[in-house]
């Protein structure tokens, strides 16, 4: 069986940028997971010294927070300036760049909706930044249910697919006299979606590697099931199954945002190693 890797796969910039923050911050705290990895998570722990609190209430004694990639809520990191943690921000700028959209136009009066999951931090980071309630929505079924105010701004959460985004856009200029549109979706999404898209059409089976709380590890598994309908996600390669590879020719490989390379390299050693 020939396995392929995708053209463009794993770690995108915020992920390496953050990553090289942690492994230079050693004992330092992770305010949140500091990327949705726990193989890397548990790395950085071993090596480095760098643990993870839930939230700021478990962070007494800590004497270096770093904020995590996807960025914390505007109150938290107000109180967290407030004390004399050493505060190390490595807040994705493809994250902070809705963040401040959502602050500005909020403020000239623009009624904000965001499209993304609601539970994501991400989310809740970008949502905190609005001076005035935001409408967070994940489909145009409950854009439908809610007031639209004469005057919109819209972000997307990073990792969202741009068609789905574009959807929640046309129902908006349909509907408000003024939509100020601001494409947030980062382009290591897009390069990894594109490139997923591309090599699950050619494939029997699919391998997506990435945290399964990974949202952009998991818009690559729906991208890739689309197409084939065999593609799973696994997080290492203990949740590999033999039976998987049975009577496939091509097996395609790729990996989330937060997925680092050892990990990746690992798999395929195993893959290679249960289909001889
Ligand atoms: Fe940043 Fe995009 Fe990665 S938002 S963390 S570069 S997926």
Redesign the pocket.
């Known amino acids: 069986m020939e396995i392929r890797l995708a053209r463009k796969y794993g770690f995108?910039?915020?992920?390496k940028r953050?990553i090289e923050i942690a492994e230079n911050s050693k004992n330092a705290t992770t305010i949140g997971p500091l990327?949705h990895n726990n193989e890397e998570i548990n790395r950085l722990k071993e090596n480095f010294n760098v643990v993870t609190a839930h939230d700021i209430s478990e962070l007494e004694g800590v004497k270096k927070a770093i904020i995590r990639?996807?960025g914390i809520v505007k109150e938290d990191l107000e109180k967290l300036r407030r004390t004399d943690m050493e505060i190390i921000d490595a807040t994705?700028?493809?994250?902070t760049k809705p963040q401040q959209i959502v602050e500005k136009m909020s403020k000239e009066g623009y009624q904000i909706v965001i499209f993304g999951d609601i539970k994501h931090p991400?989310v809740q980071g970008v949502m905190s930044y609005a001076v005035n309630k935001p409408i967070v929505v994940i489909s145009v079924e409950e854009l439908e249910k809610v007031l639209i105010s004469p005057r919109v701004a819209v972000v997307s959460q990073?990792?969202r697919k741009m068609q789905e985004f574009q959807k929640i856009v046309n129902f908006l200029i349909a509907r408000a006299n003024e939509v100020r549109v601001f494409n947030t979706i980062?382009?290591?999404?897009f390069e990894n979606q594109d490139a997923a898209r591309e090599l699950s059409k050619e494939s029997d089976v699919m391998i997506v590697i990435g945290g399964k709380n990974s949202s952009?590890t998991k818009q690559l598994l729906s991208i890739a099931s689309e197409h084939c309908k065999e593609s799973y996600l696994i997080e290492n390669e203990k949740e590999l199954e033999k039976e998987w590879f049975e009577g496939k020719k091509v097996c395609g490989v790729t990996a989330g945002?937060?997925t680092p390379d050892w990990i990746i390299e690992k798999i395929i050693s195993k893959i290679r190693e249960i289909t001889v």
């Open positions: 995108c910039f915020g992920v953050a990327i990639t996807h994705c700028p493809f994250v991400e990073t990792t980062c382009n290591a999404t952009n945002a937060s």
